[in-house]
């Protein structure tokens, strides 16, 4: 139910000789023009005193308050003025339509509301609340919210990290291992770097990082990133020895090959 139809606790005594329309106005949260609009469709009917004013009465207040719910319901203009002076078996039965409709709506506001505090503290604290509490941001995440805590990356980061379940999450997981376990490979048997099997497993790499949209400057700021953080360093070095250079290689030259300018690198 609105404010407006709740607030019928603002009447007064004056309601036994009338309000005017900019006293129930302001009583049902309502615009002076939405009452002459209704009453021009019919669904109001207040009387005029000698001057021509209107005067809502106690039967008015009472039609305006039950107009409200059922506009509150969704009910459409043209049904309210049938419901307003339909028998009551009929108007219990749309009540009871209009109270399945609103309740479907609370539970989705409900779901929205979960989602946004999930958001939010993702967001500001690095952390997710779930159906058993709060799960903190593991190592990595931690880092990235100390590096891009402030960029529109992060608040993709934090939409993907409330919005994808468990078990896609373990998935894309999984893939970035196999990328990696490839890129071993591929750095085992030689393959150089701006070669057509280079490029690919470059861009294989970037679309495995699900994080946020990479960009080919952005992963070129993160192939840097690998070398020059020791702990990025050693995670790809203990994949394969000296992998995190040679990633950072074929990155450069698969970004240079996009049109990337190699010294003007951006994270966009």
């Not at 109001?44 to 107009?67: E, F, K, M, Q, V």
């Not at 409200?68 to 009910?75: A, D, N, P, S, T």
């Not at 929205?112 to 958001?119: G, M, Q, S, V």
């Amino acid at each position: 139910m609105s404010d407006a139809a709740a607030d019928n606790t603002s009447w007064t005594s004056t309601e036994a000789i009338g309000l005017t329309i900019g006293e129930v106005a302001k009583i049902f949260r309502v615009s002076i023009r939405m009452l002459r609009h209704w009453e021009g469709l019919g669904l109001l009917s207040p009387t005029r005193d000698a001057s021509g004013y209107r005067i809502y009465g106690p039967g008015d207040l009472n039609r305006l308050r039950r107009l409200l719910v059922y506009k509150e319901l969704g009910v459409p203009a043209t049904r309210i003025g049938q419901l307003l002076d339909a028998p009551a078996p009929q108007v219990v039965k749309a009540l009871k339509a209009g109270r399945n409709d609103l309740e479907k709506r609370l539970q989705h506001l409900l779901k929205t509301l979960d989602e946004t505090e999930r958001l939010i503290d993702m967001a500001e604290k690095g952390t997710t609340m779930t159906n058993t509490g709060s799960v903190n941001l593991d190592s990595r995440q931690s880092e990235a919210k100390d590096r891009w805590g402030d960029t529109k990356q992060w608040m993709e980061f934090a939409e993907r990290q409330t919005t994808t379940d468990g078990k896609t999450k373990m998935k894309q997981e999984q893939r970035i291992r196999e990328v990696e376990a490839k890129l071993a490979n591929a750095k085992r048997r030689g393959v150089k770097p701006g070669s057509m099997e280079a490029n690919e497993l470059a861009e294989e790499h970037r679309s495995s990082l699900y994080y946020y949209e990479v960009t080919p400057s952005m992963h070129v700021c993160l192939g840097r990133m690998y070398v020059a953080d020791p702990r990025f360093k050693k995670h790809y070095d203990d994949i394969e020895p000296d992998l995190a250079q040679w990633l950072c290689d074929i990155i450069e030259a698969n970004a240079s090959a996009h049109g990337v300018d190699l010294n003007n690198v951006v994270w966009e």
